[in-house]
């Protein structure tokens, strides 16, 4: 049998004790660490952008993005940046609704990170931003994985849009709802509309 050789990054993140999860205000100083999933193709496949060929494609990302971003926070191990998360709001009538978007470095995979990172968030998003009603996420229908780690975190299937643009193809939409009701779910992992909803924050 073929033995598969890892390289230190793989055989870091292996070995590396994935509890110590945290999110913070992502800066300049964890540029080189974005360069671990902004240049890995399995990554970007799944993204909205294409794989970096070069550093000055971060540091512009940070400084035109993610600087200037309402919500976004690095996903940290022991206060080191492997991955990012963030919440963009949408505005005039649909200012109760947001988007979620998140990215992972692949070495870190498979291990309940993201879904941690997610339900962080959500604990958090609702409270700060007390007029959102409505938390949705884009994700591309072969990403399996990500759709689970979703699931998990209490956003329930909502519809396939079919489209292509850039890396997208066709995406599947998933919910959360406004804290009260999100706890419900959390608690028996069955969604319960709230009837009394404002149409805005139930689709039909």
Not at 170 to 179: D, F, K, M
Request: net charge negative; with cysteine.
């Amino acid at each position: 049998m073929e033995e598969i050789q890892l390289n230190s990054n793989e055989i870091a993140a292996e070995n590396e004790d994935c509890s110590d999860i945290s999110l913070r205000l992502m800066d300049v100083n964890d540029i080189d660490d974005m360069m671990l999933w902004a240049t890995d193709d399995n990554v970007s496949k799944y993204c909205s952008w294409s794989t970096y060929t070069s550093k000055q494609q971060a540091i512009d990302y940070m400084a035109n993005t993610v600087t200037p971003h309402p919500w976004w926070r690095a996903i940290c191990l022991k206060n080191r940046a492997i991955g990012s998360i963030s919440v963009t709001p949408f505005t005039g009538n649909d200012v109760c609704r947001g988007e979620l978007g998140y990215v992972l470095a692949s070495n870190y995979w498979g291990k309940g990170i993201v879904t941690r990172a997610v339900e962080m968030v959500v604990s958090m998003i609702f409270v700060e931003w007390p007029h959102l009603e409505r938390l949705e996420a884009l994700v591309d229908v072969e990403n399996v994985g990500s759709q689970k780690v979703m699931e998990k975190a209490g956003f329930k299937r909502e519809v396939e849009l079919r489209f292509s643009v850039g890396n997208f193809k066709n995406c599947t939409c998933l919910r959360g709802l406004n804290s009260s009701q999100l706890g419900n779910f959390l608690l028996d992992r069955f969604i319960r509309i709230n009837k009394k909803s404002t149409p805005s924050s139930v689709a039909e």
